[in-house]
């Protein structure tokens, strides 16, 4: 019986969330979005959401399901066809040209210097006690630190330095997921304390994510055509 309202919880929290976009992008749209209109209309799916699920369960929405449904939600409204992505792969080789590597690579470190001032107010805020303020302003300092000095690092590169980036984006990408189960697993758990600062948090991973799979394909890109 637990197992059944389990798999009917989860049917009816993705169904609910998934549902709009699948109808968007293959009933009424019937072309995909670009990343920036997908990505408002996302957020603006899951405010929605959030007020269903708080509505329907009484309580506050889990921001892990938002997440996912959210990235499910942008790639669903994005997604195109293999036949489509043949036909257009010849006007799409720079899809990952120097200059959105460059604006990506900006947005990206500027989003994480931010969190990283973010989490070190926070560290010292919750729960503060002027006889800890030492230990916690250390503590604080080694935590955020990665995110300073690499998001710093992260929005100096450019094309020309993109192997540099790749590895920034991957370590931090990992350290980011790392630190977020640590620190916000009673979040995922359902205690809302500090629930926007894990919103930031999810969307730094996912920038991270995102700067690593660029310089990838970048790489890749760049590669196959020193090839021919």
Do not use: C
């Not at 998934?18 to 957020?43: C, E, Q, S």
């Not at 805020?125 to 300092?141: A, C, H, R, T, W």
């Not at 920034?168 to 629930?195: E, H, Q, R």
Request: proline content about 4%; hydrophobic content about 45%.
């Amino acid at each position: 019986m637990l197992i059944l309202e389990i798999i009917l919880s989860f049917v009816i929290t993705y169904g609910i969330g998934l549902i709009p976009p699948l109808i968007i992008r293959y009933g009424i749209n019937r072309k995909p979005m670009n990343k920036r209109t997908a990505t408002i209309t996302a957020v603006i799916f899951g405010a929605i959401n959030i007020l269903i699920f708080t509505l329907l369960k009484g309580e506050a929405a889990s921001p892990l399901p938002i997440f996912i449904i959210g990235s499910a939600s942008i790639y669903i409204l994005t997604v195109e066809s293999e036949k489509k992505k043949k036909t257009d792969n010849g006007k799409r080789e720079d899809m990952a040209n120097h200059k959105s590597l460059e604006s990506f690579y900006k947005l990206t470190g500027n989003i994480s210097i931010l969190l990283a001032f973010v989490g070190l107010i926070t560290g010292m805020l919750v729960g503060y006690k002027p006889e800890n303020f030492v230990s916690d302003l250390v503590v604080s300092l080694i935590w955020n630190f990665p995110r300073f000095y690499f998001g710093y690092k992260l929005i100096k590169q450019n094309r020309s330095t993109v192997n540099t980036a790749l590895k920034i984006s991957k370590g931090m990408f990992i350290y980011s997921i790392v630190v977020a189960v640590i620190n916000f697993l009673p979040v995922l758990l359902g205690s809302f304390d500090n629930l926007m600062v894990g919103w930031l948090y999810y969307i730094l991973i996912y920038l991270y994510y995102k700067s690593y799979k660029i310089s990838a394909d970048y790489i890749k890109s760049s590669h196959q055509k020193g090839m021919e």
